[in-house]
């Protein structure tokens, strides 16, 4: 049972257009989102988060939307740059619980120039 | 500042080994995590420590264990190793036990083959 689902295995998208990347989650105690975005042979990278209580978050390039009533979030890259050519992952944990993320399955974006 | 340090990188074991590897945290944090990448499952959570005890467990066989030392750092031991346990381990680190938005950073992680 994927509590977690990423259902685009791949996104492709024109640099300096936008690249929105889609989430679906179905455990209604998760209350914690995070994006990832992952290059080969390393670990992941933390890009972005959103808390439960919010629905929307900015950080530089990066927003999270949060539809808690559809369990849906996602991610919008504006604007796109070859360098963000990666996996990206959603991850989402229930934040009493401690620090166990529940992680889709990625998304492959290929940013070309 | 130093991020999450794994060793080793790469692992080549036979079936039946055991196996020890180590994660040291981002200076500060107190919360490790463990998870476990391979092509068919993705991305799993194995387990947390937080002041040296384990906090929450994955759906891991009892084969997976973890300990964490007194300045934080963790090491995991897989032991009997199987074919299946071919994987990338992960390990991630975060300031406090999850009571706030403290996100986890991950390091490169131990590749890990069993031939």
């Known amino acids: 049972d994927q509590q977690v689902k990423q259902n685009s295995p791949s996104l492709s998208v024109q640099e300096g257009r936008i690249s929105i990347l889609n989430c679906d989650y179905t455990n209604s105690m998760f209350d914690y989102f995070l994006w990832y975005k992952k290059y080969p042979a390393e670990g992941p990278t933390f890009l972005i988060s959103i808390s439960s209580i919010k629905d929307k978050n900015e950080d530089g390039r990066f927003t999270v939307f949060l539809n808690k009533s559809a369990k849906h979030l996602s991610l919008h890259i504006v604007p796109s740059q070859p360098g963000d050519s990666a996996v990206y992952f959603c991850a989402a944990s229930p934040q009493r619980a401690g620090n166990m993320l529940t992680f889709g399955g990625g998304t492959r974006l290929m940013v070309k120039p | 500042k130093a991020g999450v340090t794994q060793t080793p990188r790469y692992l080549i074991k036979t079936r039946g080994q055991q196996v020890t590897l180590s994660c040291s945290p981002i200076s500060g944090h107190r919360s490790v995590s463990w998870y476990q990448q391979t092509p068919g499952q993705g991305l799993q959570f194995l387990f947390e420590?937080?002041?040296?005890?384990?906090?929450n467990k994955g759906n891991f066989p009892g084969r997976f264990s973890g300990r964490q030392f007194s300045n934080s750092r963790s090491e995991m031991n897989v032991s009997t190793l199987e074919l299946g346990d071919s994987a990338l381990y992960l390990c991630?680190?975060?300031?406090?036990?999850?009571?706030?938005?403290?996100?986890?950073?991950f390091g490169d992680g131990t590749r890990l083959s069993i031939l």
């Open positions: 420590y937080f002041s040296e005890t384990q906090r």
């Open positions: 991630a680190s975060s300031l406090t036990g999850g009571t706030g938005n403290q996100p986890q950073h």
